[in-house]
């Protein structure tokens, strides 16, 4: 991830130095040569993703790609934040470092997992959340497309609604392989962590309009923006909403910027009328410039 743009580019590998320098511990060596076991433990693997979507970012940038709107999914979106020139690179590892500490403890103190259900509408997962979980221990967590949700909580309530939701009809239902129960209530002890960190982060209006996780809407008011940061952590990803407001609004578009294709398959699945293409790797960069 990141290899072939770190020996292209001197200004990457200085993008990985000061990385490195700030979290601790040699980034580039983790992102290029694993181990695998440790690259995805949340607190390596948050700064990584980040450290190569700004790599890319910044190279675009340079060479004259600017971007109308922008969205993140999850951690993204402090990618899309720092692209919109609302946050600096420097203070938004500060912070995601935070979260992604926070989160790996969070996971390690109150474990859980995460499932994909696919065919299966929100409300009738919802309901099933709502049956099968006590007290607010399993919801739905990422809205990846009118027919792609994740549900998030405590091991035996998501087991529970992925046996209920094959009941139900649901067409595939797959257990994730993450080390926790992200954007639910189990994340719970990592928000008072991370809003301390905020809090000290320089947010400015952003250049361009940035849609937030928590809200699905284009937030400008730096206070909106880092209450919407510190909401995404126990609440759901609106990712389908959020395309489907952009598209209202025109976008028809879409690059994502950023390791894998995950968002590019998400966006034809919600609007096959949408255009979706992506930047990950050298190839993909030199293709686009020449």
């Given amino acids: 991830m990141g290899s072939d743009l770190y020996e292209k580019y001197d ?34 693997t948050q700064p990584a993703i980040f450290t ?4 890319l970012t910044m190279l675009l940038r340079d060479n004259g790609y600017k971007p109308g709107y ?39 103190e109150n474990p859980g997992t995460m499932a994909a259900i696919i065919g299966m509408d929100l409300v009738s ?20 497309s009118p027919s792609q949700l994740v549900i998030s909580g405590t091991h035996d309530a ?17 257990e994730l392989n993450v080390s926790g129960a992200f954007h639910s209530s189990l994340m719970e002890s ?13 947010i400015s209006v952003p250049s361009f309009p940035v849609y937030t996780n928590f809200t699905a809407l284009p937030l400008s008011d730096p206070e909106e923006i880092m209450n919407s940061l510190s909401k995404q952590i126990t609440n759901p990803v609106k990712w ?7 598209a209202a609004e025109g976008v028809t578009n879409f690059i994502e910027v950023g ?10 699945r919600i609007d096959k009328n949408l255009s979706a293409s992506g930047f990950d790797t050298l190839d993909d960069l030199n293709g686009a410039l020449n």
């Fill in 190 to 202: 990592a928000v008072e962590e991370l809003d301390e960190s905020l809090r000290r982060m320089v």
């Fill in 52 to 55: 190569h979507s700004y790599a």
């Fill in 240 to 246: 389908y909403p959020t395309i489907l407001n952009m």
């Fill in 11 to 44: 200004s990457v590998k200085n993008v990985y130095s000061t990385a490195s320098d700030l979290l601790g511990f040699d980034l580039a060596e983790l992102s290029f040569n694993g181990p695998i076991e440790k690259l995805t433990q949340t607190f390596v």
């Fill in 70 to 108: 922008s969205a993140g999914h999850s951690l993204g979106e402090y990618s899309a934040l720092v692209a919109a020139e609302s946050i600096d690179f420097i203070d938004a590892l500060k912070v995601v470092k935070v979260r992604a500490n926070a989160m790996q403890k969070a996971c390690e």
């Fill in 125 to 144: 997962l919802e309901g099933l959340c709502s049956k099968v979980g006590n007290g607010g221990s399993v919801r739905v967590a990422n809205l990846n």
């Fill in 158 to 174: 998501v087991h529970e609604v992925m046996t209920a939701a094959k009941e139900n009809g649901a067409k595939i239902v797959k």
């Fill in 259 to 268: 390791p894998g294709k995950v968002l590019q398959g998400l966006i034809k």
